[in-house]
Each structure stands twice: as structure tokens, then as C-alpha cells.
């Protein structure tokens, strides 16, 4: 196993509560002791330039920079639990460690969830970062975070949805300061917009344009990939409506809007437009087709949802989208929020088509050559409480639990067969070199080549920084 030379110790203070049910609790100041082993449309021109030079690798940003074109960001709504997972604490407690066991994998000395055993196969491709935190154990606003990069506009609420106001999601930054496909989205999200029905806001803010505007929205391509009848409703037409017919009406269209100038500078007009370009596209619906994936490779992901929809991601970076955001499913049961029957839920309903789809898509970018320049990442809003709650380990749940949690990253020049960060003997706090969510996803900036002094300006023309983390640059061989 690789070892990294840690980032500096912090001190982390704030407040966080264990999960929607508990009273908010103060988290006690404390220091970390020990660090271880383990331009255009308002961009200034000059930076613009500057990005997209140093994206395209004429530039050096130090290492790791720029080696990613593009990513594959799997969001694990509802938090997976890091002891169950890949951070487990065999000697623990058994309140603490609950009934997985741990089993080796191809690194010598890295460890994880014996439910993961397709992904302990491919571990030699991929880091373990053991040592996420934040402080905030709400769904939405710490989802927010997580996807963006950013801060929720207001921290500790489950109370608020999206808004103009959210920071945009990391496709949507990635779009506007890349340039994007001639004909297919530059920002797609799978399978929905992440929910959670116990959250009052209901959708998690940041998974949008944000205060970049509509324009930069994900195409959201929503249902079931693994059913026979399932299709893009946007790449659909009506009975009756030839191709020919829409590009007839684009240009029809097009000449009313020459004479509405008001029109012109409108979300509207770049939606419409992006609308009928994804119509009159054969390549996008190329890129959407699954059915010209052989059985044996929709097989290997898995005929589920999930696995379809990581495969779907493969095809559309494979065809010029530079990133696709795949969140969990709508499952009806409060997706990887595990606060009851944590451990059967883990070993029937959720490890299994994860572990399936993570592996099948790390081996399926190497052999086609594409691991190399794809960031993936794996990961959810927080982790779970180390204590299991409503009874034995067999049939208990585990609340939420922001202080300490996993993530996985691969690809795009991530050092593979590596673990960053080391959590306490019960997983609950990072022992040595925290990360942020701010910083994972500073991580992944760095990885596509987005300078660190890059801005956008929100929608009144203020500028807004684009890191507000720090890249784990340790992790890029």
C-alpha cells in the first residue's frame, strides 16, 4: 500500500447534529496530533485563455494537473457508512464494528468490506480516502457540498431546496469553462435529481446551473435503463414529427427569434437551442443507445438501474460528454441512509450493485484506454455513526455522521493501490490529514486542468471562486 507524506494538521470547529432526528449538539474543538502515514461571457479573457491552456496540458499546474478530460462523479445519496465499506475496524467494539468482516484485496495491506469483493479485485486502480469530514449532518446542504464543492448557501438545513443562489454543480462549472460538445450535452445527470422525502426541502441543492443560470442545467435523463422499454424522453418525438420536420421548425424559429432581442440573452434561447440539437443529433442518440453495448458488457455492469446507468455514463464520456453525474436511485427505501436494518440493507440492496458497477466500469476504461484520462469518483453527502443504533449489530441502523467518512477516487492520474487519510480506532474523527469535501472536489478540479485562481461571475457580476478546497495533490502519481 502506498503511503502519502500527510497535509498539515488542522483544528476543525462547528456545529452538527447526529441525523434528522437528534438535537443539534456542539462538536468540541480540538487539534489534530498526529500527521501520518496513511472571458468570455464574463471570464476575463486572459484567464480564459489561461484555463483552457493549461486544460489542454500546454501548461503545468504541478502534479496531476490536467490529466482528466473528463468524469464520472457516482454519488452515493444517503450516506454510506465508512465501517461497513471501506474503512471497517475489525477490533472494535462489536456495537461499533457490526457482523461484515474484512477481506484482502490485490494491495497488500489494504482491507475493505468483504460485500465488496468485485471491487477488492480492482483496488490496485483506485485510493481509498479514509479521512473526510465536515461538520454537517443534514442531507441537502451537506449534499450541496459535496457536488459543488461549495459550502450550502445555508449550512445544518434539510429545509432548503435549490435555489439561483446554490453554487453550480461541478458539471455545470466544468461546462461553463470547458469547451462543450458540438451536439450532446456538456452535463448530464442520471437516473434523477437526488431526494430525499424526510428532507422538507426535498431535492438536494447544487445539482443545477446554480447561479450560472439555467443554461448550464445537466441534461437529466431520468427511468429505469435496464427495462427493454426505456428511452431519452429528450432525444424522443412525438408520432407524426419527422427529423426533418424539427429542423425544419429550428429554422423557422430561429428567424422569430432574430427579432426578439429580449429573447436573445434569455436562459430560453440556449435551452431551446440545446433541445433541438439533441433532436436532430444521430450521434447523441448513438451515445444514448444501449443497445449497442454487447450482452456481455451490460451483464458485467449489471441489469439494474444502477449498473445501466454507470454504463450509460461510460458510453457518454466515451462520446465527447465531459462529465456525467450518476446519483443513487430512487429505491423507495431511503437509498444508503441506513437508519434502520443498516446491515442487510448493505449486503442485499445496496453493496451488491455498486460493488458490481464500480469494478466493470474501472476495468472497462482500462482496457479501452481511457482510465488514464478519467477522474472517478465515488462518493456520498457523509458517513454513518460508528455507534449501531435499535438493538443488535444484526438488525440495527446507524445514523448520520459528517465527522469522519470515505470516499474513493480513480483514474485521471490518481495514484492507484493507495490509502489517504487514517480515521480513529472507531472511525467517528480523522487522526491524521483530514480532507473536506471542499477539497475532494478541488481534487477533481485539479485532475481536469481548472486552474486554482479561476472565478466566475454569479448572475449580478460578482466574481466567485471556482476552489474553495485544497487539491490532495499526494494522491497523483
Known amino acids: 500500500m502506498k503511503r502519502f507524506i500527510p497535509r498539515e494538521a488542522r483544528d476543525y470547529t462547528g456545529q ?13 474543538r480540538r487539534q489534530v496530533l498526529q500527521a501520518g502515514s496513511l472571458g468570455v461571457l464574463g471570464l476575463g479573457l486572459p484567464q480564459f485563455w489561461s484555463a483552457r491552456a493549461l486544460a489542454t496540458g500546454s501548461a503545468s499546474g504541478g502534479s ?9 462523479f ?5 450516506g454510506p457508512s465508512q465501517l461497513d465499506t471501506f474503512d471497517m475496524k475489525p477490533d472494535a467494539p462489536n456495537e461499533v464494528r457490526g457482523p461484515f468482516k474484512p477481506i484482502s484485496t490485490r494491495v497488500p495491506d489494504i482491507q475493505i468490506c468483504e460485500h465488496f469483493a468485485s471491487v477488492a479485485q480492482v483496488t490496485d486502480k483506485l485510493s481509498i480516502v479514509r479521512s473526510l469530514n465536515h461538520t454537517d449532518p443534514a442531507h441537502l446542504s451537506s449534499g450541496h457540498a459535496t457536488l459543488t464543492g461549495n459550502w450550502a448557501p445555508k449550512l445544518n ?24 460538445p458540438d451536439t450532446l450535452p456538456p452535463f448530464v445527470t442520471l437516473p434523477w435529481k437526488a431526494y430525499h422525502p424526510a428532507a422538507p426541502g426535498g431535492q438536494a441543492p447544487g445539482q443545477h446551473g446554480g447561479f450560472l443560470g439555467r443554461t448550464y442545467d445537466p441534461l437529466l435523463v431520468t427511468g429505469d435503463p435496464s427495462q427493454p422499454n426505456w428511452r431519452v424522453e429528450a432525444l424522443s418525438l412525438a408520432d407524426g414529427i419527422s427529423y426533418d420536420r424539427i429542423n425544419s421548425r429550428q429554422a423557422l424559429l430561429g428567424e422569430i427569434d432574430a427579432q426578439r432581442e429580449a429573447l436573445q440573452t434569455s436562459d430560453v434561447t440556449g435551452l431551446k437551442e440545446q433541445a433541438f440539437n439533441l433532436l436532430a443529433s444521430q450521434a447523441a442518440r448513438d451515445a444514448f443507445d444501449l443497445s449497442q453495448e454487447p450482452d456481455s458488457v451490460r ?8 449498473g445501466q446507468c454507470v454504463l450509460m455514463a461510460r458510453r457518454l464520456i466515451e462520446h465527447g ?7 443513487w436511485h430512487n429505491d423507495g427505501r431511503n437509498f444508503w441512509d441506513t437508519h ?20 466493470a466500469l474501472l476495468e472497462d476504461l482500462e482496457v479501452r484506454g481511457m482510465l488514464d484520462d478519467t477522474i472517478v469518483a465515488w462518493v456520498g453527502e457523509f458517513g454513518r455513526n460508528p455507534q449501531i443504533d435499535g438493538g443488535n449489530a444484526g438488525d440495527g441502523g446507524r445514523s448520520h455522521w459528517p465527522f469522519c467518512y470515505s470516499g474513493l477516487l480513480a483514474g485521471g492520474g490518481i495514484t492507484g493501490g493507495a490509502v489517504y487519510g487514517r480515521s480513529d480506532k472507531h472511525a467517528a474523527r480523522p487522526a491524521d490529514s483530514p480532507v473536506s469535501p471542499l477539497d475532494y ?12 485562481e479561476t472565478t466566475m461571475p454569479d448572475r449580478v457580476g460578482r466574481p466567485n471562486k471556482v476552489y474553495n478546497g485544497r487539491p490532495i495533490t499526494e494522491l497523483f502519481g
Open 321 to 327: 460528454v465531459p462529465l456525467v453525474n450518476v446519483n
Open 340 to 359: 434502520g436494518n443498516n446491515f442487510s440493507r448493505l449486503k442485499q440492496d445496496l453493496i451488491p450493485p455498486s460493488d458490481q458497477a464500480l469494478s
Open 157 to 180: 438545513s434539510d429545509a432548503d431546496p435549490p435555489s439561483d443562489r446554490d453554487t453550480p454543480h461541478l458539471g455545470a462549472t466544468l461546462a461553463r469553462l470547458r469547451e462543450t
Open 74 to 78: 457516482l454519488f452515493m445519496w444517503g
Open 299 to 306: 451483464d458485467r455492469y449489471g441489469r439494474n438501474i444502477h
Open 64 to 72: 496531476g494537473f490536467g490529466k482528466a478530460k473528463r468524469c464520472i
Open 16 to 28: 452538527g447534529c447526529a441525523d434528522l432526528r437528534h438535537q443539534q449538539s456542539l462538536m468540541t
Open 441 to 452: 472536489a478541488a481534487t477533481i478540479l485539479h485532475a481536469l486542468g481548472i486552474p486554482h
